[in-house]
T-cell receptor
Framework: RKEVEQDPGPFNVPEGATVAFNCTYS??????FFWYRQDCRKEPKLLMSVYSSGNEDGRFTAQLNRASQYISLLIRDSKLSDSATYLCVVNSPDYKLSFGAGTTVTVRA | NAGVTQTPKFRILKIGQSMTLQCTQD?????MYWYRQDPGMGLKLIYY???????DKGEVPNGYNVSRSTTEDFPLRLELAAPSQTSVYFC????????????FGSGTRLTVV
C-alpha cells in the first residue's frame, strides 16, 4: 500500500467555482502534513501546512481527519492561476517527507 | 538569492554512460535531498544528507551515488545509466529534517536511450 494516495483527477472547474479533493495516508503515526503545488514541468513549492484544527490561507482551506487518515484541500473562487498539480505530503515515521502522486486541477475561463 | 541550483536542466545519456547531476544551495541548509519523479508517481527519495560528510540511502538508491564534501554541494552520480533511470530529478534542501519548507531546485530531465 502506498504511503500517500491521491485521486489523480483531473478536476476541471470553471473560474469562480469551488473544488475540493482528498488524500489518504497509511501510517497512523504520521505527525505533519502539507500541501505542495507543482506547476507543469516545474519544481514543487510549499502551498500550506495542515494543522489538526484545520486552517485557511486566503482561498485555500486544509483539513485533517486523523481518525480516517485523510487530509483535504478546498479551493474557493478558483482562478485560472490555480491550475496546477497539488501534492499531498506527509511526514513519515523516520521524519522524511512522503509525496503523493498529485491531483491535477484545471480551471477554465 | 539563488536558492537551490541544479545543472544541467536536460540531458540525454546512452545506456552504460555515467554522469553527475550537480546541486548547490546558498541557504546554509544542513539537510539536502535527491528525489526522482516519474510520470504519475510521487517523488521518490534517492539519497539524503544531514550535513557535510554524512549521507544515507533513501527509498530508491540503487544505481546512484552521492557525496557531500561541503554544506553547499550535493552531487548525484549515475555510474551505468539504464533506461529505468529516465526521470526528472529534483534536489531539495531544508533547515531541518521533515521541515515543511523544502526548497527545490528546478529539476534535471534525464533520458537514457
Amino acid at each position: 500500500r502506498k504511503e500517500v494516495e491521491q485521486d489523480p483527477g483531473p478536476f476541471n472547474v470553471p473560474e469562480g467555482a469551488t473544488v475540493a479533493f482528498n488524500c489518504t495516508y497509511s501510517n497512523s503515526a504520521s505527525q505533519s502534513f502539507f500541501w505542495y503545488r507543482q506547476d507543469c514541468r516545474k519544481e514543487p513549492k510549499l502551498l500550506m501546512s495542515v494543522y489538526s484544527s484545520g486552517n485557511e490561507d486566503g482561498r485555500f482551506t486544509a483539513q485533517l481527519n486523523r481518525a480516517s487518515q485523510y487530509i483535504s484541500l478546498l479551493i474557493r473562487d478558483s482562478k485560472l492561476s490555480d491550475s496546477a498539480t497539488y501534492l499531498c505530503v506527509v511526514n513519515s515515521p523516520d521524519y522524511k517527507l512522503s509525496f503523493g502522486a498529485g491531483t491535477t486541477v484545471t480551471v477554465r475561463a | 538569492n539563488a536558492g537551490v541550483t541544479q545543472t544541467p536542466k536536460f540531458r540525454i545519456l546512452k545506456i552504460g554512460q555515467s554522469m553527475t547531476l550537480q546541486c548547490t544551495q546558498d541557504m546554509n541548509h544542513n539537510y539536502m535531498y535527491w528525489y526522482r519523479q516519474d510520470p504519475g508517481m510521487g517523488l521518490k527519495l534517492i539519497y539524503y544528507s544531514v550535513g557535510a560528510g554524512i549521507t544515507d540511502k533513501g527509498e530508491v538508491p540503487n544505481g546512484y551515488n552521492v557525496s557531500r564534501s561541503t554544506t553547499e554541494d550535493f552531487p548525484l552520480r549515475l555510474e551505468l545509466a539504464a533506461p529505468s533511470q529516465t526521470s526528472v530529478y529534483f534536489c531539495a534542501s531544508s533547515y531541518s529534517e521533515g521541515a515543511p519548507g523544502y526548497t527545490f531546485g528546478s529539476g534535471t530531465r534525464l533520458t537514457v536511450v
